[in-house]
């Protein structure tokens, strides 16, 4: 008879937020609840030894170091990028891995605190969406042009966008209309 020890506490807030995160990307512009605020139940679950990680907090850049994942020293050299802000970071999106039409699984995705239910209101279309869905998301019109140019699917790069212990996710098959 095997025995296998239950799930330990880390073992269960990892796998919540991986299905949060999972189902977010997979139903862009649905609100997924993790267990935990903020970025490091995101970092536990996605990032291991052989991930290349860029995050603008010094804190978070800690956390990354534990888990032996090398640290970028700037985007495009990233899998994962953890940015607190979008505001003021163009230069460091336009950077952005976005793979190639053979490996567009090259494409970097992009973890960035975002508040949901203020600002920029957008019409969400693509796999997953059911017809189209709106959602108001506080990142300026600009970086959607931006995301656009640099999102020529399969190219570009996957978003999910924390609130808190809310996530919405929108990957680079996901076409934006700002309204």
Not at 42 to 69: H, K, M, N, Y
Not at 148 to 159: I, N, R, S, T, V
């Given at each position: 008879?095997?025995?296998?020890?239950?799930?330990?506490?880390?073992?269960?807030?990892?796998?919540?937020?991986?299905?949060?995160?999972?189902?977010?990307?997979?139903?862009?512009?649905?609100?997924?609840?993790?267990?935990?605020?903020?970025?490091?139940?995101?970092?536990?679950?996605?990032?291991?030894?052989?991930?290349?990680?860029?995050?603008?907090?010094?804190?978070?850049?800690?956390?990354?170091?534990?888990?032996?994942?090398?640290?970028?020293?700037?985007v495009s050299q990233a899998d994962?990028?953890?940015?607190?802000?979008?505001?003021?970071?163009?230069?460091?999106?336009?950077?952005?891995?976005?793979?190639?039409?053979?490996?567009?699984?090259?494409?970097?995705?992009?973890?960035?605190?975002?508040?949901?239910?203020?600002?920029?209101?957008?019409?969400?279309?693509?796999?997953?969406?059911?017809?189209?869905?709106?959602?108001?998301?506080?990142?300026?019109?600009?970086?959607?042009?931006?995301?656009?140019?640099?999102?020529?699917?399969?190219?570009?790069?996957?978003?999910?966008?924390?609130?808190?212990?809310?996530?919405?996710?929108?990957?680079?098959?996901?076409?934006?209309?700002?309204?």
């Open positions: 008879m095997l025995t296998v020890a239950p799930p330990d506490a880390v073992e269960l807030r990892a796998n919540a937020t991986f299905e949060a995160l999972m189902w977010a990307l997979s139903r862009p512009g649905d609100i997924r609840d993790m267990p935990e605020a903020g970025f490091s139940a995101v970092v536990e679950t996605l990032v291991d030894l052989e991930c290349t990680v860029f995050s603008d907090d010094p804190d978070l850049r800690a956390q990354i170091a534990a888990t032996g994942a090398l640290q970028a020293e700037d994962h990028v953890f940015l607190s802000s979008l505001e003021g970071a163009e230069a460091r999106l336009v950077a952005l891995r976005c793979g190639s039409a053979l490996y567009p699984d090259d494409g970097a995705t992009l973890v960035a605190a975002v508040r949901h239910g203020v600002g920029q209101r957008v019409r969400l279309s693509g796999p997953g969406v059911d017809g189209t869905i709106e959602v108001t998301l506080g990142i300026a019109s600009g970086f959607w042009a931006m995301r656009a140019m640099l999102c020529a699917y399969p190219e570009g790069f996957d978003m999910l966008l924390v609130d808190g212990r809310s996530v919405i996710g929108i990957p680079r098959s996901t076409k934006v209309e700002v309204l």
